[in-house]
């Protein structure tokens, strides 16, 4: 399996980059699971759900399936960050690519999205972990580079990109956990 980052500050493209990623990457034959971040309270849960009504009456884990899908909700007793190895190692198939939006502290290999629009800083000047750059605006890249700078309206090249650079995204999980 391989695994890649797509990391950037909010705004600046990162799920529209990764929507458009996924099919880019399944036109090839592979298949695809996304790993993403969320802010502190999130719900995929609706009010009044059955499943909603277990966990508020305490279930640790619930989970819900049908013949179309399945759904693991997990309540922590106390908060703590989970890294992004730790939510890979939770995926149950096996696949061709993990795309992990945001985590953008992680030592994951990663592309940076990075818009000159936004006014956030760029990373990659200090994070080794960057390995690309998306971007809509090149010209403006705060420092020159040697990493490659992608086309951040050009999801297949990226796929293009990514799959040409063979075993350097191929995840060995017993590095990690």
Known sequence: MNVVGIAGYSGSGKTTLVEQLIPALKRRGLRVS??????????????GKDTWRHR??????????????LAL??????PGALSAHHLIAELYAQVDWVIVEG???????????WRHASGKPARYPDDDFVVAIATDSPQALPEST???VLDLNDAEAVAVWL??????FDYKAELYL
């Open 34 to 47: 996304v790993v993403k971040h969320a802010h502190h309270h999130f719900d995929i849960d609706q009010v």
């Open 163 to 168: 799959l040409s650079q063979g075993e350097r």
């Open 103 to 113: 985590f953008k502290q992680s030592d994951l290999l990663k592309i940076e999205v």
């Open 146 to 148: 040697e990493r490659p």
């Open 56 to 69: 508020e009456a305490g279930a640790f884990e619930v989970v819900v399936a049908s013949d179309k899908r």
């Open 73 to 78: 909700m997990r309540e922590f007793e106390r």
